[in-house]
């Protein structure tokens, strides 16, 4: 079955980095783009941008420019997200899910990552 | 950017009753808007795409309705796993997408 399965939660400093994995299976990795949405504690979701799971490319949302990275290994068929200088506000979960007709089916099971010094 | 607003913001009823659950755009978003359901501590789950399709696996007391800027959820008879929290999606000028801020249907 289609599945997207990310790595465990992160406790971060202020200033430090963090990379979130997203794991791919059950589908042909690079016929779907891969989505990344930002959940803070309590709040409702945000679409933080996609990459194109053929060329790499990636298309950041406004608010997601500069310290947000999309990447890719189709090798493993894993999507990455890297969030650089961490601040406290970047606590939240995240999730990636795939597009499909660029709507969000399904999604992985989301990364806690908690920012705190 | 367009603003999906839902409400109500909070939505009690007991099982057995019909859920109605609505969105609406600051501007037109033709048919291009998709309903989840997020249940505590878990991922969203897409119920409904392009307004009033159902997704792979959605049981059929699930319905949407409507274009334009007006769109509805329709849960017809409340299970016991139905009490979640929805979101509407529109994705009619991709990128980018844009989530509503959410509707809690809760036990009452």
């Known amino acids: 079955q289609v599945q997207l399965v990310q790595s465990g939660s992160e406790l971060k400093k202020p200033g430090a980095s963090v990379k979130v994995s997203c794991k791919a299976s059950g589908y042909t990795f690079t016929s779907y783009a891969m989505n990344w949405v930002r959940q803070a504690p309590g709040q409702g979701l945000e679409w933080m941008g996609w990459?194109?799971?053929?060329?790499?490319?990636?298309t950041y949302a406004q608010g997601f420019t500069g310290r947000f990275v999309f990447s890719l290994d189709t090798s493993v068929s894993t999507a990455y997200l890297q969030i650089s200088s961490l601040k406290a506000e970047d606590t939240a979960v995240y999730y990636c899910?795939?597009?499909?007709?660029?709507?969000?089916?399904?999604w992985g099971q989301g990364t806690l990552v908690t920012v705190s010094s | 950017e367009i603003v999906l607003t839902q409400s109500p913001a909070t939505l009690s009823l007991s099982p057995g009753e019909r859920a109605t659950l609505s969105c609406r755009a600051s501007?037109?978003?033709?048919?291009?808007l998709a309903w989840y359901q997020q249940k505590p501590g878990q991922a969203p789950r897409l119920l409904i795409y392009d307004a009033s399709n159902r997704a792979t696996g959605i049981p059929a007391r699930f319905s949407g309705s409507g274009s334009g800027t007006d769109f509805t959820l329709t849960i017809s008879s409340l299970e016991p796993e139905d009490f979640a929290v929805y979101y509407c999606q529109q994705r009619s000028n991709w990128p980018p997408c844009s989530f509503g801020q959410g509707t809690k249907l809760e036990i009452k």
């Open positions: 899910a795939r597009g499909v007709l660029n709507w969000f089916d399904p």
């Open positions: 501007q037109s978003v033709s048919s291009y």
């Open positions: 990459i194109n799971t053929n060329t790499g490319n990636p």
